[in-house]
C-alpha cells in the first residue's frame, strides 16, 4: 500500500498561497491520490481528486508530477476559516478501497 | 439532510460494557466504512462493506464487529470496551467507480470515551 508523507504543520497569512506537498513514492498504477480538509470536531471532507498533471476546481488546484511518487494540494488567497488539518490520501479499488490517511498537515492561518 | 449520519455524537461508559455505533447514509453508495482516529490524529481504517460485503478487515480486535443490514447501514458493535477504544469513530461512504474507489463522505464521528 501506497504510504503518504506530508509536513507536520504550516502557517500563513490571509490572502496568501498555501502549497502542501505529499509524497508516495511506492504508490501503484491504479491508486488516485485524493486530498481531504478536516476542521475540529467534524469528519474529514473532499477538497479534490486527480491521477496525474493537474486537476483545478472551485477551492484547489492538484499538481502531480509525471512519476507521480508526490501530489502538491494548492490553495489560492486563504482566509481563517481555511486553518484545518488537510490529509493526502492514496488509493485505489485494486487495493481493496483500503483508503489508507496520512498524518495530515496542520494548516494554521493567521490574520 | 444529512448524508452520513451517526449515533451517538457522544458515548461515555465504563470499562468491559458493550457498546453499538449506528451509521446510516442516503448517498445510494455502495461503500461504506469505519474509521478509528486517535488522540494522534491518526485515521485508520477498521472495514469497509460493499454491498453488504465485507471487503476489509484491518487487524481489529475481535472485539469489534460491523454489522451491514442493508447497504445504507453500516453498524458497529464494540464488547468488552477497553481503555485503549477511547477515540472517535467515523463512519463514510463512498461510490465505487471503476478502479476509482470515489470521494469519501464522512459523517461527524462519534466520540468514545472509556473509563
Known amino acids: 500500500l501506497a504510504k503518504t508523507t506530508q509536513p507536520i504543520s504550516m502557517d500563513s497569512y490571509e490572502g496568501q498561497e498555501v502549497n502542501i506537498t505529499c509524497s508516495h513514492n511506492n504508490i501503484a498504477t491504479n491508486d488516485y491520490i485524493t486530498w481531504y480538509q478536516q476542521f475540529p470536531s467534524q469528519g474529514p471532507r473532499f477538497i479534490i481528486q486527480?491521477?496525474?498533471t493537474k486537476v483545478t476546481n472551485e477551492v484547489a488546484s492538484l499538481f502531480i508530477p509525471a512519476d507521480r511518487k508526490s501530489s502538491t494540494l494548492s490553495l489560492p488567497r486563504v482566509s481563517l476559516s481555511d486553518t484545518a488539518v488537510y490529509y493526502c490520501?492514496?488509493?485505489?479499488?485494486?487495493?481493496?478501497?483500503?483508503?489508507?490517511f496520512g498524518g495530515g498537515t496542520r494548516v494554521l492561518v493567521k490574520p | 439532510d444529512t448524508a452520513v449520519s451517526q449515533t451517538p455524537k457522544y458515548l461515555v461508559t465504563q470499562m468491559g460494557n458493550d457498546k453499538s455505533i449506528k451509521c446510516e447514509q442516503n448517498?445510494?453508495?455502495?461503500?461504506m466504512y469505519w474509521y478509528k482516529q486517535d488522540s494522534k490524529k491518526f485515521l485508520k481504517i477498521m472495514f469497509s462493506?460493499?454491498?453488504?460485503?465485507?471487503?476489509i478487515n484491518e487487524t481489529v480486535p475481535n472485539r469489534f464487529s460491523p454489522k451491514s443490514p442493508d447497504k445504507a447501514h453500516l453498524n458497529l458493535h464494540i464488547n468488552s470496551l477497553e481503555l485503549g477504544d477511547s477515540a472517535v469513530y467515523f463512519c463514510?461512504?463512498?461510490?465505487?467507480?471503476?478502479?476509482?474507489?470515489?470521494?469519501?463522505?464522512f459523517g461527524e464521528g462519534s466520540r468514545l470515551t472509556v473509563l
Open positions: 490520501l492514496v488509493g485505489s479499488k485494486a487495493a481493496g478501497n483500503k483508503l489508507t
Open positions: 462493506y460493499n454491498n453488504k460485503e465485507l471487503i
Open positions: 448517498l445510494g453508495h455502495d461503500t
Open positions: 486527480g491521477y496525474k
Open positions: 463514510a461512504s463512498s461510490q465505487v467507480r471503476g478502479r476509482n474507489t470515489g470521494e469519501l463522505f
